[in-house]
């Protein structure tokens, strides 16, 4: 996933981070000292792509959103979608801890520490899908309203209460 963000001298940054998605939310870590994560607490707008490539033009597919970006203070979201994090990357369970504190280091691991690293929930209001398969440059547009996002949101919680430990990954299972 591509995320871009507004730097302080008013150009955008776009970079390369790994996602997984609960519903419409993305989440992502980010390092507590990157800059993006220093232009999001500037400007919560974040626009983000999510695609793969592909050989024949009237195969891509993909997601360009307008949302918005802030940390997950929540303990029981942070166990939620780090658990959620080790089924869609298995790999970073036999990740070995990290010695150093950098933030950097510290995305890779399978509980990453909330004191070098922020977990971004990241929530759409604008949703362009597309599909060159319907037509060469066709995307259709899905707008959220900020009671759909609320509503949407409120809907999720129970997957967070009380997530914990090994809990939080019974409940990512399912």
């Known amino acids: 996933m591509t ?6 001298d008013g150009w955008p940054q776009a970079t390369m981070v790994g996602y997984v998605n609960d519903g419409f ?4 870590f980010v390092a507590r000292n990157a800059q993006k ?21 009237r ?6 959103l307008a949302a918005r ?3 997950v203070a929540d303990r029981d979201e942070f166990d939620y979608i780090s658990a959620l994090r080790l089924k869609r990357y298995p790999e970073y369970a036999a990740s070995p801890p990290s010695a150093t504190t950098d933030g950097v280091a510290q995305r890779a691991v399978p509980r990453p520490s909330s004191d070098n690293v ?19 440059g066709h995307s259709d547009l899905i707008a959220f309203s900020e009671r759909d996002l609320d509503l949407h949101i409120e809907s999720l919680r129970h997957h967070w209460a009380g997530t914990t430990g090994a809990n939080a990954e019974e409940q990512a299972e399912e």
């Open 25 to 28: 939310l993305l989440y992502c």
């Open 118 to 136: 922020v977990l971004l929930r990241i929530v759409p209001e604008i949703i362009s899908v597309l599909d060159y398969s319907k037509a060469f």
């Open 59 to 64: 195969d891509i597919k993909g997601l360009s």
């Open 69 to 71: 970006a802030s940390s």
């Open 37 to 57: 994560y220093a232009n999001i607490l500037r400007d919560p707008r974040v626009s983000i792509a999510i695609s793969s490539d592909s050989p024949q033009p």
């Open 3 to 8: 995320i871009a963000t507004n730097r302080r």
